[in-house]
């Protein structure tokens, strides 16, 4: 069974900075396609970012563009996802999700393995 497994959430003020792991096992980590989704209290689980399994290729959603970076490092089978410039609507847990030969989708019925998930607080 496909494992992911997040780190590196916490609590930070806002405009600082946090860098989310995502480690997977029991897969080929470089034929999925990986993503980060949040969900904050009272709200529907959203996208934020995805990195395919080819070409490294990424997509972002527009609340993230600019302030956080999504890569991949396959030889340690982890994911990455840098968040800079933190605003106090970034507060969620955030989830990684995997998806075998996926492309860059936004919907989270497209992936078909997720993480627990790692609680981000961003106080104003």
């Known amino acids: 069974q496909v494992q992911l497994v997040e780190s590196g959430g916490g609590l930070v003020q806002a405009g600082g900075s946090l860098r989310l792991s995502c480690a997977a096992s029991?897969?080929?980590?470089?034929?999925?396609?990986l993503a980060w989704f949040r969900q904050a209290p009272g709200k529907e689980r959203e996208f934020v970012a995805a990195?395919?399994?080819?070409?490294?290729?990424?997509y972002y959603s527009d609340s993230v563009k600019g302030r956080f970076t999504i890569s991949r490092v396959n030889a340690q089978n982890t994911a990455y996802l840098q968040m800079n410039s933190l605003k106090p609507e970034d507060t969620a847990v955030y989830y990684c999700a995997a998806d075998q030969y996926g492309s860059l989708k936004r919907e989270t019925d497209a992936y078909g393995y997720w993480g627990q998930g790692t609680q981000v607080t961003v106080s104003s």
């Open positions: 990195i395919i399994w080819s070409d490294r290729g990424t």
């Open positions: 029991r897969l080929t980590f470089s034929l999925y396609t």
